[in-house]
Structure formats: structure tokens, C-alpha cells
């Protein structure tokens, strides 16, 4: 699979808005509200997923949205399902690198980081590689 840097630019840019909403999640509910970080980290990867999936939808592969509401369904349930793993490994990374030390911040930064790359092929191939097929 080849990295169309076009895209992968917009995919940045989308990512780069979800990565404020979470940023900003985080911020408010552990400072503000003082939930725990792990909660807050949760609660904003979710957030910053919906975020990102409207986004992707919209403009990084715009070409390929779905036509009809059952196609966004499937296409929304597959992103769902692709995040998943990622939102797992964001959470762990996370959980870890606040173990050792950092504020949540900075180690929420870092494990967004080393997830960006396998986010975006899994976004383009088992997501948006297709956008209609039989429910």
C-alpha cells in the first residue's frame, strides 16, 4: 500500500482537529472536574473519534463517502471497529508513559504519534477502501 501524501496531509489536518477535541476533553475533565486521567483519556479518544470520523467522511476521502444511510452505517461501524484496536493501543500507551512519570498532555501527544501511521492505512484500506456492498 502506497501513502498518497495529499492525503495524507488532509489526514493530518482532520487529525489534528480531533487531536484538540481530546487534548481539550482530557484538560477539562481532569483539571476541571477531576476525573481520573484514565477516564478522561477514554472519553476524549471516543470524542476525537467521532470528530475525526466526520472529517474523513468530508474531506480526507471524500471521493469514496457513502451514498445512503445504510452505506454511512457500514462504513461508520467499520471505523468503529478499526479504532478499536487503535483507541486500545492510545489508552495503554497512555496509561504507560503517565505510569512513568508525564502528565497526561504529553503522554496522550506521544501515543497519538505513534498511532498516526497504522491509523491511516487501516483507515484507507478497511474502511474507506470502499464505500457500498450488500448489509
Request: aromatic share 12%; glycine share 8%.
Amino acid at each position: 500500500m502506497r501513502l498518497n501524501v495529499r492525503r495524507w496531509g488532509v489526514f493530518n489536518l482532520v487529525g489534528l482537529g480531533g487531536f484538540v477535541v481530546q487534548i481539550a476533553t482530557i484538560t477539562l475533565l481532569t483539571r476541571a472536574w477531576g476525573v481520573s486521567s484514565i477516564v478522561a483519556t477514554a472519553c476524549g479518544l471516543e470524542l476525537a473519534a467521532l470528530q475525526n470520523f466526520v472529517g474523513h467522511s468530508q474531506w480526507t476521502w471524500r471521493e469514496r463517502r457513502a451514498t445512503s444511510c445504510r452505506g454511512w452505517l457500514r462504513q461508520y461501524w467499520r471505523y468503529q471497529v478499526a479504532k478499536t484496536a487503535s483507541l486500545a493501543a492510545n489508552l495503554a500507551i497512555t496509561a504507560l508513559l503517565i505510569y512513568t512519570g508525564l502528565a497526561p498532555e504529553i503522554a496522550n501527544t506521544a501515543a497519538v504519534l505513534l498511532c498516526a501511521l497504522p491509523n491511516y492505512f487501516i483507515s484507507e484500506r478497511d474502511v474507506f477502501g470502499y464505500t457500498s456492498g450488500p448489509c
